[in-house]
Every structure is written in structure tokens, then in C-alpha cells.
């Protein structure tokens, strides 16, 4: 196995800060989901976190939070992804593929446009307890 150089540690030293700071967010205008449970990543949900992780580092989008969570309850939908506009509804889309979700990205996240045709639904579930 070949050394590391200090470029390459620069390298990823860089390629983690900015992973992280999508991650972490701070000023945002969207914030991406991609639903990574037993069955998304059997569906290929890695895929869907990959192509928008190489989208939004290509494009230079500093203002998309991407994070992961466990299954969203649909596993015959996989993968999934929810998308959450700053003071919009949030928004799930199913049956994603790489190129399905780079189209959200562009329509929706950068361009404030509903992908209907990937669209499950609008909103959130929300119970009252009182």
C-alpha cells in the first residue's frame, strides 16, 4: 500500500470539512434526507447520498444540509429522500435513482420547483398528544 503524502491528507482533510459542514448546516436554504435503513441501502440509497454529495461539491452548494436517517416506513419505495425547504412544507420523494435525485436537486432545491412525478407526498405527519 502506497504512503500518504501530506497533499493527500490536505486532500482529504478538505473533501471531510466540506462533508461536514453540509452536514452541519448553520445558513440553509434546504435540507436533504436520504432514508438509509436496512431496506433503502439494499435499494441502492448509498447511490442516491453518493450522486448528491458529488452534485453539491461540483456545483459548490454551501447553503443544502445532507443528512441520513433510518427508514421513513415505505420499504417498497426505496430509496427515499426528503427535502426541506426553509419555510416549506417538507416534500418526500420515492423510487429514486442517482439521476432522479441530481433532476430534485436542480428542480426543486435549486430551482423551488416540485418534482411531481417523484413526489409521494407533502407535509409531515404531526399528532396532537394534549
Same mark, same amino acid.
Given at each position: 500500500?502506497?504512503?500518504?503524502?501530506?497533499?493527500? $491528507?490536505?486532500?482529504?482533510?478538505?473533501?471531510? !470539512? !466540506?462533508?461536514?459542514?453540509? &452536514? =452541519?448546516?448553520? =445558513? /440553509? !436554504? %434546504?435540507?436533504?434526507?436520504? /432514508?438509509? +435503513?436496512?431496506?433503502?441501502?439494499?435499494? +441502492?440509497? !448509498?447511490?442516491?447520498?453518493?450522486?448528491?454529495?458529488?452534485?453539491?461539491?461540483? &456545483?459548490?452548494?454551501?447553503?443544502?444540509? @445532507?443528512?441520513?436517517?433510518?427508514? %421513513?416506513?415505505?420499504?417498497? &419505495? *426505496?430509496?427515499?429522500?426528503?427535502? *426541506?425547504?426553509?419555510?416549506?412544507?417538507?416534500?418526500?420523494?420515492?423510487?429514486?435513482?442517482? *439521476?432522479?435525485?441530481? *433532476?430534485?436537486? =436542480?428542480?426543486?432545491? $435549486?430551482?423551488?420547483?416540485?418534482?411531481?412525478?417523484?413526489? @409521494?407526498?407533502?407535509?409531515? =405527519?404531526?399528532?396532537?398528544?394534549?
Amino acid at each position: 500500500m502506497p504512503k500518504l503524502t501530506v497533499e493527500d $491528507l490536505k486532500k482529504i482533510r478538505e473533501k471531510t !470539512r !466540506r462533508t461536514t459542514m453540509l &452536514r =452541519e448546516g448553520g =445558513e /440553509h !436554504r %434546504a435540507k436533504i434526507t436520504v /432514508h438509509m +435503513g436496512t431496506c433503502g441501502i439494499a435499494s +441502492g440509497a !448509498r447511490d442516491i447520498m453518493n450522486a448528491l454529495i458529488k452534485e453539491i461539491e461540483a &456545483r459548490d452548494i454551501t447553503d443544502v444540509i @445532507l443528512t441520513n436517517s433510518g427508514c %421513513a416506513g415505505l420499504c417498497s &419505495r *426505496e430509496p427515499m429522500a426528503t427535502v *426541506e425547504m426553509a419555510g416549506k412544507a417538507p416534500v418526500k420523494y420515492v423510487d429514486l435513482t442517482a *439521476e432522479k435525485i441530481k *433532476e430534485v436537486l =436542480e428542480k426543486h432545491v $435549486l430551482g423551488g420547483k416540485i418534482v411531481e412525478s417523484y413526489a @409521494l407526498g407533502i407535509g409531515s =405527519e404531526k399528532t396532537d398528544l394534549s
